[in-house]
């Protein structure tokens, strides 16, 4: 057989254009390639990131959820509220505040003001189980047995921080509400006080407003009237209506 010999012009040539032919072939796929690559890449950081964020607000959620009880969460959800209440200044110089709502809680006591906010707070504190109480208290659990009603009672903070300022409310009229002598005496008063004060630092809203120029008073005022981002009260109120009715009955103490 006759050997091809590679000194040959025409074997150079033909062995050259083989040659290129084969870098073409080799090489035209890859920007190809790597395009697909690149979209596969980006892609899967897209997931990736997505993930990220997705258990961030579950994390975050949680976090914020940590002390709450834990039968109540499923009751959490948030929606906008607009808040109202802001003073309204006449031309005339008089300042009053609106009341835009069905239900009035401030103003001049009344039934319908204290039956308002006895609506806020009458079903504040159901029973639990007794599982449920060791998971709150898992030290002393026993320590929080309520020997009057039977069983473990839970009150929730929100409610309890309502019933003082209700009680703050009323200390405004002593004329309408007589001072009750107490055992605690002032110190449910400073108890109240001091428990709003680390509600509110503790929820820390950052919600902005502005102040608006009142001519009547010649300076600015604040307007509060503004959007904020709330739990749904209303649901969370009949949970522990439901709960308070449905839940856990007395039961000699164990």
Known sequence: ???????????????LGETIGKRRL????????LTGLLAVSTMTLSVLLFSSAADCKARCTMQNQRSDFPAARSAIEYHEVMFTG??????????YVPHPGAIRYVG???????????????TRDPM????????LWPDNYHDYWHHQK??????FDMFHTL?????????????????????????????????????????????AYGTRYQPSVNHNYADSDVVHICRNFDKLRAWTTDRHNKGVKPKVSS
């Open 86 to 95: 802001n003073p309204i200044h006449k031309e005339d110089g008089t300042i």
């Open 150 to 155: 039977g069983g473990y009672v839970v009150g």
């Open 128 to 135: 639990i189980t007794e599982a449920e109480a060791k998971e």
């Open 163 to 207: 019933h003082c300022l209700n009680q703050l409310r009323k200390a405004f009229h002593p004329e309408y509400y007589p001072v009750v002598p107490s055992a605690i005496g002032d110190a449910h008063r400073d108890h109240c006080i001091d428990h709003i004060r680390q509600q509110i630092m503790c929820s820390g809203d950052m919600t």
């Open 108 to 122: 001049t006591p009344s039934p319908e003001v204290d039956k308002a906010w006895a609506n806020l707070t009458k």
């Open 1 to 15: 057989m006759e050997r091809v010999s590679e000194d040959n012009p025409e074997t150079q040539t033909f062995l």
């Open 26 to 33: 080799s090489s035209a796929p890859w920007p190809w390639i």
